[in-house]
């Protein structure tokens, strides 16, 4: 019996060391062996292709998806998707600023995104027709460059370049807006020195669905600022990235989302520092009202054994009007290095600060009045690093709308 057994078990050992899953002295699959100067390393690898066969099914037990609702995608994570709607673009930039149509064969298509997900992947694929938005060397632009996405209903795919070359300065807002369902990549390029502001505003309809990946990648001294704004859609899935290109690149992501009864809102960012003496700093807010309102936040930040001098911080708050909502809160923080400025990360879900309301109260203010004063400043400090007052002024006004749904005598104190 004993010879069997360890017969059966050399058979298995060739066999994954033939595959690379075993080597001498693990024991475990896919695993690098330990040595004394080095402990194994039993993280999974990720992969990255354009091609989705590169992936396996996606089933929603892993990590990357379990939160995520797979049939409300329709399609859109597992090819089965049939392409028969469209979304009609429009940029308003000026003379200044290169606006072009562009192919999946253009050069800068996977220049700064290779899909790391299914979904990912046939988004890039199959998009027909992209955006290319440059912004040339040297060039300060005044008024922002507005790129409007409006879905016509129907299955689609999109792919947006925004190319911001060495020492150029720039504001672009990305306003997603009516319905359908909607895949697509955004690929952000930030020169040395450049400076660039990404609004990306998702307001569309009701029973609209949006998979998107958004990576930015930070040149050297270049600073880059993302600010994601989520209030409508059946279902909307950001993934946010960030690599830098050389020392001292600033980013900061900036995050707000509303989430009513039914809608599923979800943002799962990434930030790698691999090169030394770059910052990051992430903050991201959601409220929630209704019956099965959800919002789901992960935030992945990566400190590389060449990082030194990294400096990075995340935050997460979740605020729940109604008590059927649910936010789900994940920050990871991974740090290979201990030569670094600074690392943290925070979260916290709660629900209204009974002392806040009754201060307000207090004061003669009505409760229901009290309640959205306090929404209000929860979203302030996001709201306000826009830096476009009309743009600002607008969104508090969709989130004051949002806040009427809700009768006061529903949401409890």
């Given at each position: 019996?004993?010879?069997?057994?360890?017969a059966a078990l050399s058979t298995e050992r060739a066999a994954?060391?033939?595959?690379?899953?075993?080597?001498?002295?693990?024991?475990?699959?896919?695993?690098?062996?330990?040595?004394?100067?080095?402990?194994?390393?039993?993280?999974?690898?990720?992969?990255?292709?354009?091609?989705?066969?590169?992936?396996?099914?996606?089933?929603?037990?892993?990590?990357?998806?379990?939160?995520?609702?797979?049939?409300?995608?329709?399609?859109?994570?597992?090819?089965?998707?049939?392409?028969?709607?469209?979304?009609?673009?429009?940029?308003?930039?000026?003379?200044?600023?290169?606006?072009?149509?562009?192919?999946?064969?253009?050069?800068?298509?996977?220049?700064?995104?290779?899909?790391?997900?299914?979904?990912?992947?046939?988004?890039?694929?199959?998009?027909?027709?992209?955006?290319?938005?440059?912004?040339?060397?040297?060039?300060?632009?005044?008024?922002?460059?507005?790129?409007?996405?409006?879905?016509?209903?129907?299955?689609?795919?999109?792919?947006?370049?925004?190319?911001?070359?060495?020492?150029?300065?720039?504001?672009?807002?990305?306003?997603?807006?009516?319905?359908?369902?909607?895949?697509?990549?955004?690929?952000?390029?930030?020169?040395?020195?450049?400076?660039?502001?990404?609004?990306?505003?998702?307001?569309?309809?009701?029973?609209?669905?949006?998979?998107?990946?958004?990576?930015?990648?930070?040149?050297?001294?270049?600073?880059?600022?993302?600010?994601?704004?989520?209030?409508?859609?059946?279902?909307?899935?950001?993934?946010?990235?960030?690599?830098?290109?050389?020392?001292?690149?600033?980013?900061?992501?900036?995050?707000?989302?509303?989430?009513?009864?039914?809608?599923?809102?979800?943002?799962?960012?990434?930030?790698?520092?691999?090169?030394?003496?770059?910052?990051?700093?992430?903050?991201?807010?959601?409220?929630?009202?209704?019956?099965?309102?959800?919002?789901?936040?992960?935030?992945?930040?990566?400190?590389?054994?060449?990082?030194?001098?990294?400096?990075?911080?995340?935050?997460?708050?979740?605020?729940?009007?109604?008590?059927?909502?649910?936010?789900?809160?994940?920050?990871?923080?991974?740090?290979?290095?201990?030569?670094?400025?600074?690392?943290?990360?925070?979260?916290?879900?709660?629900?209204?600060?009974?002392?806040?309301?009754?201060?307000?109260?207090?004061?003669?203010?009505?409760?229901?009045?009290?309640?959205?004063?306090?929404?209000?400043?929860?979203?302030?400090?996001?709201?306000?690093?826009?830096?476009?007052?009309?743009?600002?002024?607008?969104?508090?006004?969709?989130?004051e709308a949002e806040l009427t749904r809700v009768l006061p005598?529903?949401?409890?104190?």
């Amino acid at each position: 019996m004993a010879s069997a057994m360890e017969a059966a078990l050399s058979t298995e050992r060739a066999a994954l060391k033939e595959t690379g899953g075993l080597m001498e002295g693990s024991v475990a699959v896919n695993v690098t062996p330990s040595t004394p100067k080095k402990p194994a390393d039993a993280r999974t690898a990720q992969v990255h292709s354009t091609d989705p066969d590169a992936f396996a099914r996606i089933t929603g037990r892993e990590e990357e998806w379990r939160f995520t609702p797979l049939a409300r995608l329709h399609g859109l994570h597992d090819g089965t998707a049939v392409v028969d709607g469209k979304v009609d673009i429009t940029v308003d930039a000026p003379d200044t600023v290169r606006v072009e149509q562009i192919g999946p064969d253009h050069a800068l298509v996977g220049s700064v995104l290779v899909p790391a997900d299914r979904s990912a992947a046939y988004a890039m694929r199959d998009f027909s027709c992209g955006t290319l938005v440059t912004v040339p060397r040297d060039t300060v632009v005044e008024q922002p460059v507005t790129i409007d996405v409006r879905g016509t209903g129907g299955t689609a795919y999109g792919h947006v370049v925004v190319d911001v070359e060495p020492f150029a300065h720039a504001v672009v807002v990305l306003a997603h807006s009516g319905t359908g369902r909607y895949s697509a990549s955004v690929e952000v390029r930030v020169g040395d020195s450049a400076s660039l502001t990404l609004v990306s505003l998702q307001e569309w309809e009701p029973d609209a669905v949006h998979l998107g990946a958004q990576a930015a990648r930070v040149g050297r001294d270049a600073r880059y600022r993302s600010i994601v704004v989520t209030l409508g859609g059946d279902l909307v899935r950001l993934v946010p990235t960030v690599s830098y290109d050389g020392p001292g690149g600033d980013a900061e992501l900036l995050g707000l989302s509303f989430a009513d009864a039914a809608q599923h809102l979800e943002h799962r960012l990434r930030v790698d520092h691999a090169v030394p003496h770059c910052k990051s700093r992430v903050t991201y807010k959601s409220a929630l009202q209704g019956d099965r309102a959800h919002t789901v936040w992960i935030g992945d930040v990566v400190i590389r054994a060449a990082a030194v001098g990294t400096d990075t911080y995340e935050l997460n708050r979740n605020l729940l009007l109604t008590p059927e909502a649910r936010a789900d809160s994940v920050p990871n923080l991974e740090i290979e290095t201990g030569e670094i400025a600074g690392a943290g990360h925070a979260s916290a879900t709660g629900r209204f600060d009974d002392e806040q309301l009754f201060y307000l109260q207090a004061r003669g203010i009505p409760a229901d009045v009290a309640r959205r004063m306090v929404v209000r400043g929860f979203f302030a400090d996001v709201l306000s690093q826009i830096g476009i007052p009309a743009l600002e002024e607008r969104l508090l006004g969709a989130v004051e709308a949002e806040l009427t749904r809700v009768l006061p005598e529903e949401t409890p104190a």
